[in-house]
């Protein structure tokens, strides 16, 4: 069995709800709707929800001491772990976390190359012996 789809009222002079306030239910035509956030609400909601107070942005505590030196070595070790702190610290306001911040991608970056100059180290050791016969990387290859 077919469904048929409804037909859509289309008549202008009637009084059409468009949607359902999302805070206190009232219906709403297409005039009265307030869209914020995908959600609709009615016109006294509307005027509620924008005198709200703004929502504060999450503090992030600033290790300190020997948490913060602890936070370093992750951040060295850990280049991925270190970004995310450094950027999370770094687009905080307050001054002490956006220096953590700053510190943590420093670090990050010194422990990056690192890493870069171990990995060329190893590959330019891996094919100098592959070369003279011994290790081969690709052995399972061939
Ligand atoms: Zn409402």
Do not use: H, W
Request: glycine share 10%; with cysteine.
């Amino acid at each position: 069995m077919k469904k048929i789809p409804r037909k859509i009222n289309v008549k202008r002079n009637m009084p059409k709800y468009v949607a359902a306030c999302s805070n206190c239910g009232t219906l709403l035509t297409e005039e009265t709707t307030k869209n914020i956030n995908d959600k609709n609400y009615c016109e006294n909601c509307i005027t509620k929800i924008q005198s709200a107070p703004v929502v504060k942005p999450v503090y992030f505590y600033t290790p300190e001491g020997l948490l913060k030196y602890i936070a370093y070595v992750i951040c060295f070790f850990t280049p991925i772990a270190g970004f995310i702190i450094g950027t999370i610290y770094f687009s905080q306001k307050e001054d002490l976390a956006k220096k953590f911040g700053k510190n943590c991608l420093i670090i990050m970056g010194v422990g990056l190359v690192v890493l870069l100059i171990l990995i060329i180290i190893s590959v330019v050791l891996t094919l100098l012996a592959g070369g003279e016969g011994g290790f081969n990387i690709g052995e399972g290859y061939y």
